[in-house]
């Protein structure tokens, strides 16, 4: 699955972002779909991941009540919603595509297929 992550910018704290993950080759159905984010320097950080019907999702502590993941099976193509968004927050997000199974969605060595990356960048 060949993935293109779109929808970052420069936006102030308390703003909301949504990010785009279109996918192209094959459709994204039989694959979990996860986000994640990277600053430089750091380890890859699990965000968050939605199942492949859409109907399970989870997050990490620190965006859980913030983040949602959302999927469009029919465009091919996965969604995250930033609200409340903090500087923190402030890094390099990648949309990836796994076959693993639900319970193992959070872990990063799982997932063969990347986005580029789009970057967020949220002042204070």
């Known amino acids: 699955v060949q993935l293109q992550a779109s929808g970052g910018g420069l936006v102030q704290a308390g703003d909301s972002l949504r990010l785009s993950c279109a996918a192209s080759r094959l459709s994204i159905r039989n694959y979990v779909m996860g986000w994640f984010r990277q600053a430089p320097g750091k380890e890859r950080e699990f965000v968050g991941a939605i199942s492949r019907s859409g109907s399970g999702t989870r997050y990490a502590d620190s965006v859980k009540g913030r983040f949602t993941i959302t999927r469009d099976n029919a465009k091919n193509t996965v969604y995250l919603q930033m609200n409340s968004l903090k500087p923190e927050d402030t890094d390099v997000y990648y949309c990836?595509?796994?076959?693993?199974?639900?319970?193992?969605?959070?872990?990063?060595?799982?997932?063969?297929?990347w986005g580029q990356g789009t970057l967020v960048t949220v002042s204070s």
């Open positions: 990836a595509a796994g076959s693993m199974a639900w319970s193992a969605s959070s872990m990063t060595h799982l997932y063969r297929d």
